[in-house]
T-cell receptor, first 111, second 115 residues
Framework: EDKVVQSPLSLVVHEGDTVTLNCSYE??????LLWYKQEKKAPTFLFML????IEKKSGRLSSILDKKELFSILNITATQTGDSAVYLC???????????FGQGTELSVKP | DAGVIQSPRHEVTEMGQEVTLRCKPI?????LFWYRQTMMRGLELLIY????????DSGMPEDRFSAKMPNASFSTLKIQPSEPRDSAVYFC?????????????FGPGTRLTVL
């Protein structure tokens, strides 16, 4: 059975800290891995990764994929209170079809 | 561009009533997905369509749930009869085959409460 596992499930840090969120997966026919941020509303798209070792970066957020070890990490540097959210990892096992979501990591950034 | 539009944003109903949730995908998107999110089970895919045709409905909980997509710009998810355990946030998402088909864009969700 395809599955995506995220760790930790929750994390509390202080502003300015750097955090690393983990996502491991076991799926057939891997196509891509996606990261979403969910505040108290709909998930919003952050990154899509398809190739190993190539870092995607957007401001203070970055992510990388390891297709050999079947995991991805999402790094957030110099965290701010606005980074507080649930971060969801999802894997696409086939083109344009369903995404398989992990359970999410709830990040809380304290001032 | 307008994003995915869902209505209503909140719905409170009594057990046994029929509930209809509505979704308008992003124009030009040919995939449409219905998800349900709860604290216990996280984000679950219920059903998805490609070019208005249902492709995979294996996530639909039971016969009380049904979904239709009569045209490229409209879809409904119906629950009849509703039960308290159906209380959740229901999201609609869409994506397109050209470009980045794996990237799904989510609507604001409908928060359903069944009393």
């Amino acid at each position: 059975e395809d599955k995506v596992v995220q760790s930790p499930l929750s994390l509390v840090v202080h502003e300015g800290d750097t955090v690393t969120l983990n996502c491991s997966y076991e799926v057939t026919n891997f196509r891509s891995l996606l990261w979403y941020k969910q505040e108290k509303k709909a998930p919003t798209f952050l990154f899509m990764l398809t190739s190993s070792g190539i870092e995607k970066k957007s401001g203070r957020l970055s992510s990388i994929l390891d297709k050999k070890e079947l995991f991805s990490i999402l790094n957030i540097t110099a965290t701010q209170t606005g980074d507080s959210a649930v971060y969801l990892c999802a894997v696409a096992p086939q083109r344009g079809g369903k995404l398989i979501f992990g359970q999410g990591t709830e990040l809380s950034v304290k001032p | 561009d307008a994003g995915v539009i869902q209505s209503p944003r909140h719905e409170v109903t009594e057990m046994g009533q029929e509930v209809t949730l509505r979704c308008k995908p992003i124009s030009g998107h040919d995939y449409l997905f219905w998800y349900r999110q709860t604290m216990m089970r996280g984000l679950e895919l219920l059903i998805y369509f490609n070019n208005n045709v249902p492709i995979d409905d294996s996530g639909m909980p039971e016969d009380r749930f049904s979904a239709k997509m009569p045209n490229a710009s409209f879809s409904t998810l119906k629950i009849q009869p509703s039960e308290p355990r159906d209380s959740a946030v229901y999201f609609c998402a869409s994506s397109r085959t050209s470009g980045s088909p794996d990237t799904q864009y989510f609507g604001p969700g409908t928060r359903l409460t069944v009393l």
